[in-house]
Structure formats: structure tokens, C-alpha cells
């Protein structure tokens, strides 16, 4: 009956195994099949293991994994372990692929000492989450537990034994098991001393024998709690944490482990305890002594001491306005991004600045007029930027002392749907000016933050912040220009003619009847076309004269066509098109008084005479203002016809005349005359112009010197004769000139007059060779100052004569 049984339950064995075999095959793929079959430990899965025994000739260690998925040394001791190392041992076996295997066939000798494990002194379990029911046979996946034994190296190779606790198999793998499993303590302990997501930080204390300070996370900002109540600088914090995240601990830093006195160290009574909350979780470390360039320092979850080194105490070292935020505000936006309104609040009055559907700033309380974009943007910046300078009172118990308990001013910055980015409140400046009192709202600190480009742009928010555009037209349908100076007034009007170019023509008509300078018009017409204050001063001042204004030095009326579309709803488009446009004709007059700073480079007040605003315009607009319309080009001769050259002196005269296309000196053998230079000097006089032109009509010569002239030059043309007197100095830089066939009296630079006044001996090829090295010279000099690459350009970098504006408005 046994033996029957016994067969049956055989042939049932056979016929499961059989099953098995060739079920699992038909379920998997032949690759996948062949893959498991190579590896020593098929099913194992190093996620699904949580406790590790590791025997080797350092000891036993023991390894559990906690809820967080870090890993614990707990025996011999509890200490973090090394993660990496610990993944590391486990991925190893997961991947572990056989080099060869040996078991034992028939009655052949087969002794497991022989491979090493007749001791059995090297082993790991691995043991996993897996749970497996004793009564019923798990045919495949992972187990829940795996041990495997550790034999010897292999004599030829790299390559080592080892078995499994299930069976007498012997597997060949690669030696560099050997290196993972032979493991001590040291290796397999964290040697970082913190284990956190800084991320996922909500607190940092720092607690030193004379502050505890608490630094709390607020939504993306962080905030000190103790022992006040501000705003931490975000940076410093994150700073301190990343450097808490990256404080590792070098091997031989590890003190021995085992009872240790803490006073020996200072750590009964640390100098420093820094605490970082994960999670509800907190991870505390305290330091003691230094040591050298280190300091003792431990975990107080742990009892292993160790040394660090001490430059992390310069990171915890601090006070708490030290973690303070220098920032008054924090709001997150690119530019004026995300930025929709700005408000300002005083005692009297709201100021509303905010963006149009157009996206463009305008103003909208008190008035609706245009904002300034540029000083709207930077106002926003200079919030972002604006920088505590003195912490002055954490508990204020009279905010009228600062001017804060009826605040000069309350700040507001919006953004989309009226979301408040920020709010503060500021109060009086300091006696010396340059700093005041602010606070933020809903809080009770009170500091200081300096007052440059912040204060001034409150106190005169209305003129701060409305459009620095002035005048605005459209210059091609100007008609008229009218300068009035103290001394002389330009009449100036565009005609129908157009010059060689295609250029319109402009005509004077005061003080002398002449064509205008074009140049010079049409840059006075581009500044004024779209003219823009510098800054606004004063609006509806009540003393002109401060500003030198009730009588202004500078009045330009500029008159030019507006167009005005009147076209109505019920019009067509396309039929309407003249009806539906009216012109009228605008006159704007600019009013210019006295200068800043009183220098002739310094801007100078001005404003609209319908407008009561004062503004300053920049000197360079000034100086295109003042310019000379009238034209200044004294001579009128062509440099082909000239014939004959006489420069009369008072006691000498120099007659150089042309003869066969080459040019002699009369009267004087000199051979290196060149005549190059007579036509150089021929060429500045046809270009020679006046820097201004000082009376149009002379009515008395002998006050310029110009009956007796210094020098007299007489250009022979032939049939017709023209000439150029230069009479005496009209102060350090400028002559009197006059043509012979003008009657204006002309102001030349004292440059100019010294090329004219020759001798004959500047005319040879000495006085050439003597000029080109002085030229040389002054160029060598001053190279290096000039801008650009080519040393020089026009107005704004462009070639002279061009728009300053680099274009159409």
C-alpha cells in the first residue's frame, strides 16, 4: 500500500513538474526565457527587499529600510547608512548572471569545502516585502527571502563561488561580487550629515548661545519667527540650506564609536545647534569645539561624533538681521510684467498709474492724461530694487515718531485683477535727506531705505510720472518757424520749391531776405515734431521768473497743419475719404528761460505757453534752437574760376597767380613752391562759413576793424573779383569777418583765420613737410580719445547732418 503511494504521489510530482516547465515557457517570450535561465536569482527584485544581514571578515552588519526608503545601519550599531552603496550591493545580485555552475552527478565526490563553504563565514540575506504561505507552493516570482553563501576566488580568473541556501548548486560569478559584499561599517555609513529634499524644507533653526533664531517657510518665501517677526532674505536661506544639503563628512573625520564623554568635545554645551524640518521630520545637528581648521561636531539622533570642516560655522554664525530680507518688497514680474497698476496715497489724494488695453501706462486719477512708460517701468524696478538700509525698530511704540502713523504716503503695486503684489507705507525722510522711513503694511518693523529716485518721484507724482512728450506733429506739415532771441527774430516759411535734392525749400524773411539754412531748420523741426522734457519741474508755478520764464531769452512758435477726422458712422468708406478729413492750421510756441546750472552746457527751463508746466530740455536742443538760420557760407565763388590770389596785410602783399594750369608766387624766387597748397587754401576759403552772423546789415565798419582789415584776400575770378576781410578779434575764439559782396557781418573761429593767414614761405614744400608732422603729431596724441572706429561721427553716433532721431517720426 506505501509503495502504491508513494508511485502515485511520483508520477503526480512528475507530471506538476512537467507542467510547470512547460507552462512557464509557453508564458515567456524564448529571449526572456534564456535571460532568467543565465541569472542566478531570476525573480529578485532589489525594490522589494527591506532588511540585509551582512556577514564578512569585518563582522556581521545589519540593514533595515525605513518608511522614506532610506536605509539604517542597526547593528552594531544605529547609523544612516550610504544609500548608493547600499543600492549598489543589492543591483548587483539582481543583475548577477551565472559564469558556471557545479552540482552533484551520481555517486561522484562532491564536498562543498572545496569551493569554500565549509565554514560558511561570508554570507548576505537579503530578505524582502514578499510574504509567501508555507502550505502553498509558489511557482514563480520573487521569494521572501534570499541567502547567499560566499566561497573562494577562483585559482585562474576573476571569478568567485557561492551558493544559495536552497540547494547544494555551486554558481561561478564575477569577482566583482567580492567588492560589494566585503563592506565594513565605514563604507557602508552615510558620510553626508544631513539627509533631506531641500525642497521639501519648511523650517531652519539656528540656535547659538545668544540667539535662537527660527526661519519658517511662507508659501515661496521664508519668514524669521523668532526672535522677531520679518521677512528672511530668500537667498541666504536657501544658501545656508544647500550648504547644510552638501556638508559631508570624510572618512577618517569618523570619531570611534562607543561611549564617549561630550564634554571632552564641547558638545554637553554646544556653541551652535542648526535644526532643518522635512516633513514634520527634524534633523538636528550641534557643533563644539575646533579643532585646527575642523570642529567636533554630532547628530543628536546619533551617538557617532565627527569632525567637520569649520568653514560651515561662517554659514551659521549669524545674527538675526543678518537673515533679515534687505528687500522691502518681493513680488515676482519681468520688468513692469505682470505689473497693472501702481498707487500712491497721501493724506489729500490717490494717484491711480495704470496700463491701457494698449498695454501703454496712463494716469488715471486725479486726471487722465498719458504716463511716462519709461518712468512707470523703472519706478516698478526701483521697488523691486529698493534695499533696507537700518532695521530701527522690530516693535515700534509710537509710529508718529516716523511719520508712520499717518503715513506721508501708502505704496500700492497691483497686478491683473486687482491682486495686490505689495503694500507699504512711507513715512518722513531723515534730517539729512537721503534716507526715510518706511513700513510694510500689516506688519510692525519699521526701517529705513534711501530716498534717491523714490522719495522725490512720490512727493511730485503727478510731474514725475506724466509723458515727457511736450510737442507732438507731423513735421512734413509744418508751414512756419518763428525764433524769437533777445537780439534778433527768424521768420522762416516752407515755399513750394524743391532744391537739387528734391528737398523742400525754406525762405527767410527776418532779419535779412534769404534762403534758409535746411539743415539747421529741419533739425529744429525734427526736435520739436516730437520734443521731450528731460523731466518735469513744476506744474502751475505761481513765479515764472524763478525759472526765467515770465521773460523768456528763447520764444520758437512753430505753425503746422493738424489733421482732424470727422468722418461720421453713417459715412462710406470708400466715397468719404475727402469729406471726412479737415485740416487746420496750429501754432504751439515754446517758451525757453534760464539754464539749470547756470553753465552753458546745462539744460534750461522751458514749457508750452498754452501748457503752464515747466520742463527742462537737454543743452544739445538748446544749441539746435540757437541756431544761426540765416546762411552762413561767406563766400560765392567757384574754385575752378579762380585766377589770381592777393592777400593784402597791413605792411606786406603776396600776389599768386595761375599760368598754364600751374600756380606762381609773383615777385619772390622761391623753387620749392607748391601749388598743391594754393588750391588747399583756395578749397578753405570756398567752404569757410561763419559760426553765427553778428549784425545783417553793417552800418559802421571801423567797429570790427573791417575799414583797415588785418588781412585782405582778393580772389580774381576773371571778369569779376570777390574778397574776404578780416577784421579783429572779437573775443579769445572768434574774428569779424565780411565779404565784399555781402553786406552781413560774420563771427569765424580764430581756427579757421589762422589757416587763412599765410606767409609765403607756407606755400613751399618745407612748410608741407613741417604741417603733415604736426598733423601726425596730433594725431598720435588724441587717437586713443577718439570714439568709434573711425573717430568721429555726427550727433547721437550717426554722420553729421543726419536726424538725430534716426529717421521719421
Known sequence: MKFKTTIILLIIAIIGITYIFVYEKKQLPHEEWERLQKKVLPYFKASLVNKIELKNETGKIVLEKAENDFWFIVEPYRLRANNSEVSSILSEFEFMSKVGSFEKEGDKPFDLKHYGFDKQENYITMHTSVKTSPDKIQVTGPSDKYTVFIGERLAAGDNVYIKLDTND???????????????????????????????????????????????????EFWRIKEPLDDLADLEKVRDIIAKLKNLGIDREDFLPEGEVEMSKFGLDNPAYMVTVTERGHDQSVIFGYSLDNKVYAKRVDEKSIFLLKDNILAEIKKKPNDLRDRALVRFDSYGSYGVNKLEFKTKKDTISIEKSLELDWVIRKPIDIYADQDSARNFIEKIKTLEIVDFVSDKPEDLSVYGLKEPVFEVSVIKEEDKELSRFYVGNKLPEGNKCYVKRVGEDPVYTVPTVEFYDKLENALIAFRDRLVCDFDKELVKKIVIEKTDRTFLCEKTNKTDEEGNAIWELS?????????????????????????????????????????????????????????KSEKQNIATDVKDAINKIIETKTLLIGNTVGGGDMDNSYAMIDDVNLVFELSWPKIRDFNAELAPTKILDFERMNVRKLTLVYPDREIQIEKADNFWELKNYDIKDFQSREVEYYIHSLERLSGEYIEQYKATNLTQFALDEPQLSIIIGLGERDEALYIGKKKDENNYYAKSKNSECIYVIGKDAVAKLMRKEDDFTLQAVERNLREAMDVLNTTKDQIPGEYGGGGMHGKPPGSSPHGGFH
Open 510 to 566: 527776418k532779419p535779412i531776405q534769404a534762403r534758409a539754412d535746411a539743415d539747421k531748420v529741419n533739425q529744429i523741426v525734427w526736435n520739436l515734431s516730437f520734443l521731450k522734457a528731460e523731466n518735469h519741474v513744476a506744474e502751475n508755478p505761481s513765479d515764472l521768473n524763478v525759472f526765467g520764464l515770465d521773460s523768456p531769452r528763447m520764444k520758437i512758435h512753430v505753425t503746422y497743419e493738424k489733421i482732424i477726422n470727422q
Open 169 to 219: 548548486e555551486v554558481f561561478v560569478v564575477p569577482g566583482s561580487l567580492l567588492e560589494k559584499i566585503n563592506k565594513s561599517i565605514l563604507d557602508l555609513r552615510s558620510k553626508w550629515v544631513f539627509t533631506f529634499d531641500k525642497e521639501a524644507v519648511t523650517q531652519l533653526q539656528i540656535k547659538t548661545k545668544e540667539h535662537n533664531i527660527v526661519c519658517e517657510k511662507d508659501r
